[in-house]
């Protein structure tokens, strides 16, 4: 507190003050002493009682104080102008400005706090951008990823409408086609309303407590006519005590329903999925693993993007809109946990920690 005190601005004027008084008396002294000592007679005389009326000493002391004081406060004076020059540059929009903080006081606390503000000004207008031109993106790849299935339905039933089809078969053939794609457009927009939900920051979780084994039982064995029908079945690892993670249950499931999907739909060139879960002090860590092709190392880090599909295989027609990895990041995030993808000898491995009790 005492520290606080002495290097604080008001202590510092204040000694300023006393100083510049007290070398403003001193000074008077040493001229009349001077003028004493070294001047002569008639000279000493006039000076010495022109310094001992006290208007005259009064103006006098108060111009060396006044000298005294401006030299004190020109380091001061300086910083501050220097401070006003750098928040009138953030005004104008160079938040790369740096203020060298040279004192700990006041002045030198709002120096590191416009560093920080245009710091913190900077990352907002760049995450600003970045939204924005995410945005921008979103409704780009939306508008495709929606004409395309409705350019197609909207030419099934064109020629449904124009009769131009050969017998009933043809025509059932032309509804399972509008079906088919009408349900994948549903999808769509159920996946974009999902992932738009879940990427809120603000969005409020419904968490309990979770038996993250029993969850991982249960999911696996729903899977299992998916994986039959792909020639697939899942080996499951899982520690002997049980995992409790504080979660959103249904949020949870929908994470490694899509991870699991995506390990069918992808990984169907080997035999096995699987899921495996650990528990080192303090964490839950999933891992869901398929046998199929490895995903290029230049691309892993980018699937968890939106809309984003990786090598020639994962296209519109195996790999869906490309929102399912990404809504379960943003779900992930939301729970405080980490998902990453990388490539384990002939494995590709989705890793999810989540915080356990």
Sequence with gaps: MMRERVISIRWKMMMAVFASGFISLFGVIIIMFGVYTVGYGPFREIVTNALLMVPVSIVVLFAIFIATFLMASAPTIRYLSMISGAVNQIAGG??????????????????????????????????ERRAEKAKNELITSVSHDLRTPLTSILGFLALIDGDKYEDEVTLRHYVSIVHEKAQGLKKLIDDLFEFTKVSDSAYKLDRKEVNLGRMLEQLAEEFVPILSKAGMEYRMTLPDEKVIVEA??????RVFENIMTNAVRYGSDGRFVDIELHCPPGWAVVRIANYGPPIPEAEINQIFERFVRVESSRSRATG?????LAIAKSIVELHGGTIRAYNEGKRTVFEVSLSAR
């Design 94 to 127: 160079n938040f790369d400005i740096h203020i060298p903080v040279k004192a700990n006081d006041e002045i030198g606390r709002l120096a590191s706090d416009v560093n920080r503000m245009a710091a913190q000004l900077k990352k907002s207008i760049e995450e």
């Design 248 to 253: 959103d249950p249904s949020l949870l499931v």
């Design 320 to 324: 869906g809109a490309g929102l399912g």
